[in-house]
């Protein structure tokens, strides 16, 4: 089938830098979105304006496009399902999601084809986990940005906490003491083809991704276990479209898999200016059925820094836009979020290191990185 116009369910930073690629690569896209200021809003072909879980919008939505993917997982999968059968074409298809969107769903199912993940139960059958504190909740859907998770240290937090939650399906998990936190994006065609992208290292403060470092400097072996990893879950889900993964690395050099995105994800923005392809435009590859080329990087290195609102306002905080970008191969990007609160991601910078820069070892370009990654976070958070 030929692919030309494609839907979007959702209409945020993500389907905005999906947006440019599908126009690099001449596909119309229409989006459902509720906002007329969405990030998206200004760059999309068509725009649906509804709520995400708005079903009568998705059958206009259907109507207007040849294939439907997405960029959030608030949806209403239930209310999808009679359109698939209809012949509507989801990418990946709802069996994923329905697998994925779920974190309890999601990681019965890994632990089902034997890939490695940390402790879990629900939160009713808590009694019979034999678990000490620290432990973490999780509510499990749309838990976002760390919405929805919570690490317990006490009983008194888990009653605390528990209470909150009441009438919310939770699942609980060990805390694992990890070394580091990785993620690689991972992408599956309609004919079958994979391409996997570079294994990264992410940083999250307060449950919240901070930066993402792409230095190389992870073991050949976790790599290695972590593509296999990927391959593995594409192939056996056969999914069309490309899946976020992200896993913890333990001090004993135990690989986890922590949680699966169903989509383009925070951890592969370094891709727009750090490879060939970036994960947005290797989506729209997947599921049109384009050759998905290369997930190589066209630098030596690169760090990824996340813009967070640190108050409430309606700036654009131009001068702040501008010291970032003086700093020397950096790139920013703005989502054009009119409400900006705390914690809320209103951008992003990649700065990459150029072939000819630190060549040496990947501990050094790590270390350098790092000092990059602390210079952006000072010239955005100060006052
Ligand atoms: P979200 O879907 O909100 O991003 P995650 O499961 O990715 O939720 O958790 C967010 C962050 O919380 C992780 O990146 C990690 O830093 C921390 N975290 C989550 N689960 C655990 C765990 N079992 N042990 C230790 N830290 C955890």
Redesign the pocket.
Known sequence: MTVKRIGVIGGGQLAWMMAKAAQRLGFDLIIQTPQKNDPAVSIATEVIFAPIDDKAATIELADHCDVITFENEFIDLEGLKPLEKRGVRFCPSLKVMTLLVD?YRQRSYLQHIGLPV?KFTTLENLSSFNFSF?I?L?VRRH???????F?IKTPEELEITAKNLEGKEVMV??????ER?LAVMAARSVTGEIAVYPLVE?Y?SN???RWVLVSGDISTEVQKEVKQIAINLLTRLEVVGILGI?L?LTPQNQVLV??I?PRTHNSGHYTLDACKISQFEMQLRALSGLPLDSTELNCLGAVMINLLGYEHSRQNYLEKRQKLSEISCSHVHWYGKTNIRPGRKIGHVTVLLEKNEITSSSKIRRQHLLEIAQKVESIWYSQ
Not at 173 to 178: D, G, H, K, S
């Open positions: 974190k940390p620290p973490v999780k838990g976002y940005d760390g919405q929805g998770t690490i998990e060990e805390f694992v003491p990890f936190e992410t999250q449950q919240v991704c992200e913890f922590n949680e995105a």
